[in-house]
């Protein structure tokens, strides 16, 4: 695999560059008493170079900034849009992931990469109070809709790219687990 673009070596990240499409996702979140809510969805994801970064001359990253774009399969209308940005350290393996939706929530969360039989696995965690890998979000959704926990696992074999999210909401008085699962096919390999 090429790993090596503008003479900065992205690792295992090179993997995710492209666009991927995806046709079956399922979208598990409450409904307004707090029960199972089943979406199938679509989704987008846009991988493309953000480069290296450089932390107090001690510290060397590269970064892939990415695009998720989620519509429901019943009406084609958006209702999860997602960027951020996924990190590498090469010194250390450490792989993290920083993300913000447009209700006023932001994650980073960090973890590790392995690769195993080709299939390349990313696994990351925040929890709400961390003072590492954390999650920040609006009076509103502290309130009303508060995330307390988030944990991803990516998995990559070829042009095929598998998904699950968890998150763990406090949401109309309750503990909720939503989650979101899809798998998609890598259709461009554009890194812009």
Known sequence: MHTIFDEVDYGPLA????????????????????QDDLNEYT?????????????AEEQELV???????????????????QIG?????????????????????CVFA???YDDCDGIATFRVSAEI??????????????EKARTTSFRMTMKVKGNTLS????????????????SDQSTLHKVSYDLD
Do not use: C
């Open 15 to 34: 993997q995710l560059l492209g666009k991927w499409i995806g046709t079956k996702g399922i979208d598990k979140a409450p409904d307004s008493d707090a």
């Open 43 to 55: 989704d987008e994801l846009t991988f493309s170079l953000a480069g290296p970064a450089e932390n």
């Open 63 to 81: 970064a892939l900034r990415y695009h998720h774009l989620v519509r429901k399969n019943e009406n084609g209308l958006t209702f999860h849009d």
């Open 85 to 105: 940005h996924w990190i590498y350290e090469p010194s250390t393996g450490l792989v993290m992931h920083s993300l913000t939706i447009p209700r006023g929530v």
């Open 110 to 112: 960090g973890g590790t």
């Open 129 to 142: 109070g961390s003072d590492s890998y954390g999650i920040i979000q609006s009076p509103f959704m502290l």
């Open 163 to 178: 998904y699950k999210e968890v998150t763990m909401l406090r949401i109309y008085g309750k503990d909720f687990t939503h």
